[in-house]
């Protein structure tokens, strides 16, 4: 009997442990860069962009030291309202850059679109 009560809590959490959905487990969702991959081919600013009411702004900054040219690009979501295209802007290695636009009502969609330099 006290061996049931030792290993009966083990047991109970293995158990649970091996019915976790797969998607439960942890895991790298993205796949990893390969290892051949020479620093220069390295490329791409990181860029966050967030909508507050009209107003769209993106923070790009860029870890590599191969240059990237960003540009913010807004969709308004009225028919009339019209989607801009900001200008390009450099983001040179080791720098943060801050894009903003805006559309007169709803932000429909946004995206950040990236060039070498």
């Known amino acids: 009997m ?8 083990v047991t109970a959490a293995v158990c ?5 959905p797969y998607d439960a ?25 967030t909508v507050d009411g009209s107003q769209v702004t993106a923070h790009c900054h860029n870890p590599y030291a191969a240059a ?9 979501a009225r028919w009339w309202d019209l ?4 200008a ?6 080791a720098v943060t850059v801050r894009l903003t636009g805006r559309c007169w009502k709803e932000v429909g969609t946004v995206w950040v679109s990236h060039q070498r330099v």
Do not use: K, N, Q
């Not at 487990?25 to 220069?40: I, K, N, Q």
């Not at 990237?68 to 807004?74: C, K, S, T």
């Open 68 to 76: 990237d040219r960003v540009r913010l690009h807004i969709e308004c």
């Open 25 to 49: 487990l942890s895991h790298a969702r993205v796949p990893a860069r390969p290892a051949t991959a020479a620093p220069g081919d390295l490329f791409g600013a990181e860029c966050r962009t």
């Open 88 to 93: 390009p802007a450099d983001v040179g290695p």
């Open 2 to 9: 006290r061996l049931f009560r030792s290993v009966a809590p």
């Open 83 to 86: 989607d801009t295209d900001g």
């Open 16 to 20: 649970l442990v091996l019915s976790l």
